[in-house]
């Protein structure tokens, strides 16, 4: 990941990482999609949680248990859903290393930029908390 940084530079890691949340963003619609599909069976679970047979009934259906006609088994909307939360994950865990990657890069080429700015975000800190402080008191 190191040199996947050192290659993109900051700028290429600011670019990248754009990208991954526009990929984050339209997993998110593809998932808001599914539920919006699905939202009767959703409300129905969220009412009938207490009722075995009605919710076995719901996992079937949200599960894609049922064959075609073909008996193919058709995929359902619980294995999309679990398939894009893991797609989000993945981006999210790749977004980190890069940062972090990023970070461990500039550290060891600019270590002296990079104290300047870590002092300037803690010292920024430090004024948010004095602020707030005294918004409080006041």
């Known amino acids: 990941m ?4 050192q290659l993109l530079g900051p700028y290429g890691v600011k670019y990248m990482s754009e990208r991954l949340v526009w990929h984050v963003a339209s997993q998110i619609t593809e ?18 949680f207490d009722k075995p047979d009605k919710m076995r009934e719901l ?8 064959k075609d006609k073909k ?7 619980m294995e999309s859903v679990l398939q ?7 981006i999210l865990s790749f977004h980190s290393l890069l940062h972090a990657a990023l970070h461990d890069v500039l550290e060891r080429r600019l270590p ?7 002092d300037l975000y803690d010292s920024t ?8 402080s005294f918004k409080i008191d006041s």
Do not use: M, Y
Request: proline letters at 2%; hydrophobic letters at 45%.
């Open 2 to 5: 190191r040199a996947l940084a």
């Open 31 to 48: 998932l808001n999609k599914i539920v919006n599909e699905h939202r009767d069976a959703l409300r129905l679970a969220r009412s009938c």
């Open 59 to 66: 996992l079937l259906q949200l599960s894609g248990d049922v």
């Open 71 to 77: 008996q193919i088994a058709v995929s359902g909307p």
């Open 84 to 90: 894009r939360v893991t797609i989000i994950g993945e």
């Open 112 to 118: 002296f930029l990079v104290s300047i700015v870590k």
């Open 125 to 132: 800190d430090e004024h948010n908390r004095l602020v707030k």
